[in-house]
């Protein structure tokens, strides 16, 4: 059984997961309409694994006794004034979200409720990966600069990038 506290800390973590799959969404998007079709096909994927982190929380909260809320969202950002840009914003986002987990956890031992400090542990390697993913692709962009090729070349190598502990390891 949660307590309230930790049911509140989880449902507010659904909400930053969701908010996340908009915020990627938005950025898919906007990939899409500028062209970029392989960062664009990056992010709808990156968009659909935020919503399985929404629900892998919606299902823990409702299966140990709690209400999940499926609450309204903040907007995201929809237009970019270049594609570095909204890749810093993905990596600023993904540092807030592990920012995030942190705190969770940190609650999780407070409350001495250890089974959904165990539960969290796959949100904390996932964190992991996310940021150093988005790290690389940083890398990446800062080499390619303003060569047109190299962007070229991104667009189609980014689809091969994913971070596929989400799909390998997940515990459902
Ligand atoms: Fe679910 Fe990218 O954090």
Redesign the pocket.
């Known amino acids: 059984m949660l307590t309230k506290n930790i049911e509140k800390a989880l449902n507010n973590q659904i909400k930053i997961?969701a908010e996340?799959s908009q915020i990627y969404l938005a950025m898919a998007c906007w990939a899409e309409v500028k062209g970029l079709e392989g960062v664009a096909g990056f992010m709808y994927k990156q968009s659909d694994?935020?919503r399985e982190?929404m629900l892998k929380l919606v299902r823990f909260v409702n299966e140990r006794g709690g209400h999940a809320q499926i609450s309204a969202l903040k907007a995201p950002n929809v237009t970019f004034n270049s594609f570095k840009e909204m890749f810093e914003k993905l990596f600023e986002h993904?540092v807030f979200?592990s920012e995030s987990i942190n705190e969770l956890v940190h609650i999780t031992l407070q409350e001495k409720d250890y089974s959904t400090h165990n539960f969290l542990q796959w949100y904390v390697s996932?964190?992991i990966e996310?940021e150093a993913m988005a790290r690389t692709i940083l890398d990446k962009i800062n080499m390619i600069g303003n060569d047109k090729g190299g962007l070229y070349l991104f667009d189609r190598d980014i689809q091969q990038l994913t971070v596929s502990s989400a799909s390998s390891t997940s515990p459902e």
């Open positions: 997961e996340s694994e935020e982190h993904e979200v996932e964190q996310e």
